[in-house]
């Protein structure tokens, strides 16, 4: 069974592609600034996730093999997608 289950949330999956296409495309720090700005309402959470989001935007394993990795330390993919904040406006 893919780590999505039998009914996948698309706003999930495109959160995790686009998340690690901007991240990965230099927009890292500006993404940074976008999430941490104190004016985001995503930003006290991010935060408290900082690490574990950064650490999934920055793999490069198969998602079955992060999801596994995650599922080790109490967390799923599938749950942490929503840690991705998302961006509003221009970053």
Known sequence: ??????????????????????????????LLAHWLNPEHPYAERFRGKRALVERILESSL????????????GHSLRSMMREIPPVFGSI
């Open 1 to 30: 069974m893919s780590i999505w289950g039998n009914y996948p949330n698309y706003q999930d999956i495109a959160r995790l592609e686009y998340g690690r296409l901007l991240w990965n495309s230099g927009a890292r720090s500006r």
């Open 62 to 73: 198969p998602d079955e093999q992060l999801d596994h990795q995650l599922q080790a330390e």
